[in-house]
């Protein structure tokens, strides 16, 4: 028989938390993670779409699987921005130890999960020339140098 586990049991006696937000971009986050600091997110983007911020990490990674609209994954690539687009139904694994920045398309839904962290602190965020050189970029720019990088 299932017997229902609530919130406060599953922080307290399972080190489960939830915690959800709205994000500066206007975006929705909703959490589920573990005290080992890895864990699910439910992304759901805002009808305009918009950037997440840039950052590294060196101890985990993400697993990203789109839903519905499209991610696209920059990467630093020297002074240059590389970008691949992921369309529903498709999967990424954000790089280790390497800048990179999320666009998420209109209204998009993006499952992400966090994993390898066991209890490590790794996560830099902001990199203020990475953002400059992404968050200017419109949708017809990102889609473009997707396209460029592709061919």
């Given at each position: 028989m ?13 080190g ?18 573990g005290?080992d600091?890895?864990?699910y ?15 590294s990490?060196t ?8 839903e519905?609209g499209?991610?696209?994954?920059a ?43 066991r ?5 830099f965020d902001?990199e ?7 968050t ?16």
């Amino acid at each position: 028989m299932k017997h229902k586990i609530t919130n406060e049991q599953a922080e307290c006696g399972f080190g489960i938390e939830l915690a959800h937000e709205r994000m500066p971009n206007g975006e929705l986050r909703f959490r589920l993670f573990g005290d080992d600091g890895n864990g699910y997110i439910r992304t759901v983007a805002t009808s305009k779409g918009g950037w997440q911020r840039s950052h590294s990490h060196t101890a985990f990674r993400e697993f990203y699987l789109v839903e519905f609209g499209w991610l696209a994954m920059a990467t630093q690539a020297g002074s240059r921005v590389a970008v691949q687009i992921f369309h529903e139904g498709k999967t990424c694994i954000s790089p280790m130890g390497q800048i990179h920045n999320v666009y998420l398309s209109p209204d998009a839904v993006v499952h992400t999960i966090k994993f390898g962290i066991r209890g490590a602190v790794s996560r830099f965020d902001a990199e203020p020339e990475f953002d400059l050189l992404t968050t200017n970029l419109s949708e017809r720019q990102i889609l473009a140098i997707a396209a460029e990088i592709s061919n």
